[in-house]
């Protein structure tokens, strides 16, 4: 860990103009930063503490649906009333992740922004284009077992962790977003997150300055919510693959079929097509067959994680075979 | 004494006090769940300085300058240590001299080659990191890293018979290669030393296993005297194996302390810890199994390639129950050691059968489908009536007893598996079994009991205690030997002052200095019988009193009354064959879209000598079956193939069993005592739970998905691949 300074404004505007300068990082949860910060993959000058912001409510919105302060942990998210009844993907996926020690400090914004857990990110003595740019990808030809399939770059293969955003994703939610003045703006979680191109240090779309204050989940929809994580243990491991799933059905049809994916790219995994092509089907091996050649046409496997794409594809099916009582 | 014959006679049997193999609490217990334990970096020190290691970024090489001045020039950094007498590897257990020094040297990816010292912990951290070498790095094309393509040298031959006839004339065979992935010992607590020179004698707090070999391999390191070094280890927050020997940490504060004559503490990070103490080797391994008709086995062979850095002696020993578990007068077992550059391969929680016998245990279960013989049965007509090649008899051995008393216990239906018999939803549900075995070790040992006064015992060695229950059962031995409540024998261990002990390590601590302790109780009652005028036999001591009434401190003449015990293992090693037995039941879920394997339930059944106190015991076969689940389902080290460091190293991403893993385990502790074993006539307990439990898990996916999969750990990925189409 390098000396840093360290700051606890009172306001969203100080902190936002605190965090608009180079080196500043904010500081929520913890629980990612502070070990990255160790391990000198972080290295700030000075430290924005915004847990004294009050941003850790959660409330109904005017149109029935729900907003998710910050600062609220994934424990109290995961544990809301509402969350449980009308969001249960989102219940589901926040308690597939990390600890319960974790969840209680973990926060909605530090959630979204945490960082991949690539082994080659993690080691400064290895190279890495999303922590050192221009210094190669360790991992393309290296062990890669837990890293992308669907929309990689010749510089990152780097995934996603986390479980909260890719049901997020699946509910179609929007990231509230303030900056310095009064430049707020909303972004929909599904753009939230980056490809990694050929600037893979970006993880997202915030700019300096801008801080999360916030994700609203729309009002809640019709249908089965599942979220299927497919791990080597059964807690406190990221996802080899996992599927977020909102699926409706009305007389033998699918009539809703929202879905995202974790563990297999850089971003929680949205594919409009999946959608277009489900509603409206008897469900079906067939059909689940179809879609998941649709969400991997363009699938590349970096040897370690080959196993990702048939993986994937037997994920979705049981998935879609568990939301819509089909018996494959 | 010198155990040259079975002890058939144990005085322990004739005791009255009646707390030996009771289920006693551990007695730090409360101590460590409080947090008033002190672990090795936990002492307060008055003006401590703190170093930390500085490791290589490339696999082999040679450190040509390190620039000291731009790291002593940051805030509170104090010295730059880069000594040659540091250490560049961890010692082997029981290696009794030091490691490989000289760390400019440079022989695998993340080698420690310096020591940054600083006021704060923060400001070493930092500086370390900011600490500029320059070096001269072997191309990686030059360096062997893949064991498969490696330079190999034979560790281990044993060959009788034609094993390649025996497998042409079989009825039924098995020729199957079976991996094993290299595997940490992820204790919790990391590698520390906190080291104090007072200008003569240098005193160090580190987390040890093996206290009577550490001394001299950190004097041989420092070429100081063992006369001028203390070493205390009181509390070790989990050893399994990495830390029999001295590792770089506890070198390289002494070093410091000495050079700074200031207290040094040197913490090793996790990552530190994953990356330079010890690995487990991966392994493959071809089995070769064959049998007549009935199912008796006519040819075993059993060969295993591991992998170490050149120079190292420890070889993973695979086949070290091969050698006897099983008949098969046509042998092979071959071990061959691949020399390449990743870090030091040495002990994990029982090297050899850790690895050797899960994989002999799913060829027997491959062997059992072939031949259309139950499993269970399989095992029971392979038990040989003397050693397969030497003929030598065997010891106490428990294992057709573990095999029926297992099977009943957990239900096993007799008869060849039928894979996809059950399916719950998208699960399917299967059992299997394996054997156990381990063999028995023992060692020297040394203890002092002292009878005092006010009607307390107390118990010294320099003996650790890793948290197996050490302080524990060793009180309840004296206890039940000279007659007094647990509660008043104080036990101290870790501290070299100590008469030396044999260390923790290779499950023989228990027996050894348990022995060591048996033998100086027995001097002791020998002198109480004197003074009381009864004969040794008449001696009946409880309660602190004697049969009349008389009690045990009016004998002690106002004074203590001190007996050094001191076991060696003599001869009887010769005579037999002595090993742990037992065996596993497993019932595990396997997700048939997804490859997910879960244990839903898991019974062992384990013979290993007396029972010196049935909780401590449980909980070391609880733990050793937790390992299995690890070995079978997730644990893996991961190496790049290009410059070999390490990738997975910390407790994130080496998977080691989380709760949700680990479903009840039922252990079931068949009533044993082996003459031959031990003059207390146990055996060790440490290891036994993870020496095929591996195996019955793997055989368990199979009867429930069909999935033969070859390789551990059966991760999603290997599950699918092996699953046959439905």
């Known amino acids: ?73 994934n424990t109290a998210t995961a544990a809301h009333d509402r969350v449980r009844q009308d969001y249960e993907v989102l219940a589901r996926a926040i308690l597939a992740g990390a600890t ?29 284009n999303k922590r050192d740019p221009g210094s190669g990808c360790g991992a393309i030809e290296g062990i890669a077992r837990l890293h992308g399939v669907l929309g990689t770059s010749p510089h990152c293969i780097a995934t996603y962790p986390g479980d909260m955003a890719v049901a997020m994703a699946a509910l179609d939610a929007t990231v509230e977003i303030a900056g310095t003045g009064d430049r707020a703006r909303s972004v ?72 995202a994916f974790g563990g297999l790219a850089h971003k929680p995994w949205h594919d409009p097509r999946l959608s277009e092509l489900l509603v409206g089907e008897e469900p079906s091996a067939a059909v689940f067959d179809r879609a998941a050649d649709l969400l991997l046409e363009d699938a590349q496997g970096y040897g370690e994680n080959d196993f990702k794409i048939p993986l994937a594809r037997r994920a979705l099916a049981a998935t879609l075979a568990d939301a819509t009582g089909v018996e494959l | 004494m010198e155990q040259d014959k079975p002890a058939r006679d144990c005085d322990l049997d004739g005791m009255k006090q009646g707390v030996l193999g009771k289920p006693l609490s551990r007695s730090e217990g409360l101590a460590k769940v409080t947090g008033t334990a002190p672990y090795a970096a936990e002492y307060h020190v008055d003006n401590c300085l703190e170093g930390v290691l500085v490791t290589a970024p490339f696999t082999r090489g040679t450190i040509t300058g390190i620039d000291k001045d731009a790291c002593l020039a940051m805030d509170g950094v104090v010295a730059v240590i880069d000594d040659s007498r540091m250490t560049a590897r961890p010692a ?30 923060e400001q070493a951290r930092d500086a370390a990191k900011h600490l500029k070498i320059t070096f001269e790095a072997d191309e990686l094309d030059e360096i062997p890293l893949d064991p498969q393509e490696a330079e190999t040298e034979n560790n281990q031959s044993t060959r009788q018979g034609d094993l390649a006839q025996a497998m042409n004339d079989a009825s039924h065979s098995v020729d199957g290669r079976i991996t094993t992935a290299g595997h940490a010992s992820a204790a919790m607590e990391p590698h520390a030393a906190i080291a104090q020179w007072d200008g003569s004698t240098l005193t160090v707090h580190a987390s040890l296993q093996m206290l009577n070999y550490n001394i001299s391999e950190l004097a041989d390191s420092l070429d100081m005297e063992e006369e001028n070094i203390r070493l205390v280890s009181r509390y070790v927050g989990g050893g399994f194996g990495s830390k029999l020997g001295i590792s770089e940490e506890t070198v390289a504060a002494s070093i410091a302390a000495i050079a700074l004559e ?59 129950s091969s050698d006897f578990l099983y008949a098969g007068e046509n042998r092979v077992l071959e071990l061959d050691v691949a020399r390449i550059h990743q870090m030091t391969a040495g002990s994990v929680r029982a090297p050899g059968e850790a690895v050797g016998m899960p994989a002999l245990e799913v060829a027997m279960d491959m062997l059992a489908q072939e031949s259309g013989v139950d499993p269970v049965e399989l095992r029971l007509r392979n038990i040989p009536e003397s050693h397969p090649v030497e003929g030598t008899p065997y010891s106490s051995r428990k294992l057709a007893e573990c095999l029926k008393q297992g099977a009943e216990a957990f239900g096993w239906e007799a008869g060849p598996r039928k894979p996809r018999h059950t399916r719950d939803g998208e699960w399917w549900i299967g059992t299997g079994m394996a054997s156990a075995a381990r063999v028995h070790n023992i060692s020297e040992a040394k203890a002092r009991v002292t009878l005092k006064p006010d009607g307390t015992a107390m118990v010294e060695t320099d003996m650790t205690d890793i948290g197996t229950g050490t ?91 001190s007996e050094e015990g001191h076991y060696e293992p003599g001869d009887i090693d010769d005579d037999f064959v002595a090993a742990g037995y037992g065996a596993y039941f497993a019932q595990v879920r396997v997700n048939r879209f997804t490859g997910e394997t879960r244990v839903e339930r898991m019974t062992g059944a384990f013979g290993f000598g007396r029972v010196l106190n049935e909780k401590t015991a449980r909980s070391q076969c609880q733990g050793g079956m937790v390992w299995s689940i690890g070995a079978a389902l997730t644990e893996a080290l991961h190496f790049d193939p290009r410059d070999g460091h390490l990738v997975n190293c910390d407790l994130a991403e080496y998977h080691v069993p989380v709760n949700r893993d680990v479903p009840d385990l039922e252990v079931i502790m068949v009533e044993e005592r082996d003459p031959a074993a031990s003059p207390i006539q146990a055996k060790g307990i440490g290891e036994l739970g993870m020496c095929g439990g591996a195996a019955a898990i793997a055989n368990a996916i199979f009867d429930a998905s069909g999935a033969r999969v070859m390789d551990f750990p059966m991760t999603p990925d290997r599950v699918l691949a092996a699953m046959p189409a439905s």
């Not at chain 1, 070990?35 to 941003?55: A, C, F, G, S």
């Not at chain 1, 400090?105 to 082994?119: E, H, I």
Request: charged fraction near 25%; proline fraction near 5%; glycine fraction near 10%.
């Open chain 1, 1 to 73: 860990m390098r000396p840093f300074q360290y700051a606890r404004p009172e306001s969203l505007e100080q902190a936002s103009q605190l965090t608009g300068n180079a080196d500043t990082m904010a500081l929520a949860g913890g629980t990612n930063l502070i070990d990255l910060m160790k391990l000198q993959v972080e290295t700030p000058q000075e430290l924005i503490d915004i847990n004294r912001l009050t941003m850790g409510e959660i409330a109904d919105t005017d149109d029935g649906g729900l907003r998710i302060g910050a600062l609220a942990t």
């Open chain 1, 100 to 128: 319960q020690q974790l969840r209680n400090k973990a926060t909605t914004g530090g959630n979204l922004c945490q960082r991949t857990r690539c082994y080659y990110f993690t080691n400064i003595d290895q190279p890495c």
């Open chain 1, 188 to 259: 929909p979680v599904r753009d939230f997150h980056r490809l990694p191109g050929d600037t893979p240090e970006k993880d997202n779309v915030l700019e300096p300055g801008e801080i999360i204050t916030g994700v609203i989940l729309p009002a809640p929809v019709s249908g089965r919510q599942i979220y299927r994580k497919v791990r080597e243990r059964s807690s406190y491991a990221f996802a080899l693959v996992s599927v977020a799933a909102i699926v409706d059905m009305d007389e033998g049809r699918i009539a809703r079929a929202d879905l």
């Open chain 2, 92 to 121: 082997q257990g029981t290696a009794d001299e030091a490691p490989v020094q000289q760390p400019q040297q440079v022989c695998y990816w993340g080698q420690p080659i310096a020591l940054v010292v600083a006021e704060t912990f």
């Open chain 2, 262 to 320: 200031r207290p040094v503490r040197v913490v090793m990070s996790r990552q530190q810890v994953f990356q330079c103490i010890m690995r487990r080797s991966e392994t493959t391994q071809r089995l070769r199994l064959a049998t007549d008709d009935k199912g008796d086995l006519t040819g075993f062979g059993h060969q295993a390639l591991v992998s170490n850095l050149p120079g190292e002696e420890f070889a993973e020993p695979v086949l070290q």
């Open chain 2, 471 to 561: 302080y524990t059962i060793l009180g309840q031995i004296a206890a039940e030997m000279l007659g007094l409540p647990r509660e008043k024998v104080l036990v101290e261990l870790g501290d070299t002052q100590f008469p030396r002990g044999s260390g923790s390590g290779g499950s023989w601590g228990a027996s050894s200095v348990g022995s060591a302790v048996y033998v100086a109780c027995t001097g002791l009652r020998k002198t109480l019988g004197e003074r009381a005028g009864v004969s040794e036999d008449e001696l009946r001591l409880k309660d602190g009193k004697l049969a009349d009434g008389t009690s045990v401190t009016d004998l002690l003449n106002g004074g203590d009354l």
